[in-house]
């Protein structure tokens, strides 16, 4: 069932909203015809991502087979709201910037054998109640993800490379229908 409710337009217009989305100008308004607009469904915005690596030497590789999250917020943000205290083992720091986070809750989980596991577990169950969306990359480090409100998000990934670990906490402003991204080291927080 449709229902429909009246409102007025800035220039004194009496329209029909529906809640199918659409709407039309009031009978009270002789001159204007019917126009529909697209639905909320049409206004969502889908993301396609590819993530790789670019080494000096020139060789490039791809991000496969790797989690990443569409958050709400900074991850890092996150994590101080939650009063989560990631110290960085190697220098015993507790700095607080959004890098020096993102490059703790990184050597945290490149080195489980020595993290600090207690907040470690805070920091990612502290993540989790912020995640709209989940996904995997493909084996070429592509994903697409669809059916995500447009809006303001941070997109969080961590990645073992061969010599220690790549994090991402990236802003993504999803406007409606396809938007694109590319992760590499360029806009990691930390990237080695």
Do not use: C
Request: glycine content about 8%.
């Amino acid at each position: 069932k449709v229902t429909t409710q009246t409102a007025t337009t800035r220039d004194g217009k009496i329209v029909l909203l529906h809640s199918d989305g659409t709407w039309e100008y009031s009978g009270d308004n002789p001159s204007a015809a019917s126009v529909n607009q697209p639905s909320p469904a049409a206004q969502a915005a889908a993301l396609n991502i590819e993530a790789g690596l670019v080494y000096r030497s020139g060789d490039s590789k791809s991000v496969a087979r790797t989690e990443f999250h569409l958050l709400d917020k900074s991850a890092a943000a996150i994590i101080r709201e939650a009063g989560v205290k990631l110290s960085d083992r190697t220098t015993g720091a507790e700095d607080n910037t959004d890098q020096r986070v993102m490059f703790s809750l990184g050597l945290n989980m490149a080195y489980r054998e020595v993290s600090n596991s207690e907040a470690y577990n805070a920091a990612m169950t502290a993540i989790k109640q912020h995640v709209i969306k989940s996904f995997t990359t493909d084996f070429g480090g592509k994903a697409a993800i669809d059916g995500i409100p447009q809006g303001d998000y941070y997109l969080f990934g961590f990645y073992k490379s061969a010599k220690g670990f790549v994090i991402w906490n990236v802003p993504v402003n999803l406007k409606p229908g396809s938007n694109s991204l590319t992760l590499d080291q360029n806009n990691a927080d930390y990237a080695q």
